[in-house]
């Protein structure tokens, strides 16, 4: 990547192939500080070479165990360690799971992800969240699931049922993550990651921003992604929902304009993942979300919750999306 275009007037679309696995925190520095118009103006541009610019792929997400969880993630409302008020609850049962995920694919969602509030997935819970997974892939959808770290006999396990999807967010830099996260470390993280990708489970993997972070963790959050032996296909940007009796309960909030900026790298840094505008799109005005599809976002989780958390209404998005002229992404498109 040339950081002379990205921070010229006569930004040149030929001179912008994108180099994967080459980033350095420098480049991409360089890339995020540049001209609004310019960095904009790149992200669409690699957004278009490598996808319909007015298609958003539609997921849903359903928790199948929430709350409870011995993990103390410093934004989550489901660590037990935080008096959130939420309670806590079993495995869903597997029937209920696929009649949700009937719901949502009749709704027009193509993928489904499966949520459970786990530090990892106990051996006796491995035979239900397998059927859930052959269920939801009976119905035509895509299946995805995040359930904690995986060793990989788990992971084989999961793809052997069909499962096409695995998120385990990074959620900020190595710096920044034991500030957030004390009960696990980066290294565990990564390495959920390469037993998903050796079980040959596409990789779903993101992060959260505005947890008091510096720009430089986001940032490197996404050198990290970009540098992935395999960047992942689907990269989630969520921005903070602050939670009451959370430690992040008072976080200071994100700034719209650099919020767009993560957008736009990380569509430029990952040109052919799914950048997915996840959490947090409640806080956004229409305005926001329209420039965060201007910059390369291309997915959206739909329905009126995420795992605990609230989300547009789909009349909301669908509003939205007619305002756009903006259409659901086909499953064969993607
Ligand atoms: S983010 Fe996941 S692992 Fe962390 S506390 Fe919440 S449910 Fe547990």
Redesign the pocket.
Known sequence: MDMQTASSTQTSPQAQSPDPGAWTLEKAQALYHAPFNNLLFLAQTVHRQNFDPNKVQLSRLLSIKTGG?P???GY?S??ARHETGLKASKLMEVRRVIAEATKARDAGATRYCMGA?W?NPKARDMDAVVAMVEGVKALGMETCMTL?MLDLEQAARLKQAGLDYYNHNIDTSERYYSEI?STRGYAERLDTLEQVRRSGIKVCCGGIVGMGEDPVDRIDMLVTLANLPEPPESVPINMLIPIAGTPLAEAKPIEPIEFVRVIALARIMMPKSHVRLSAGRTAMTDEMQALSFFAGANSIFVGDTLLTADNPGEDKDSLLFRRLGIEPMELEAQ
Do not use: P
């Open positions: 969880c993990e103390d993630c989550c489901q660590s509030a530090r904690g996260i």
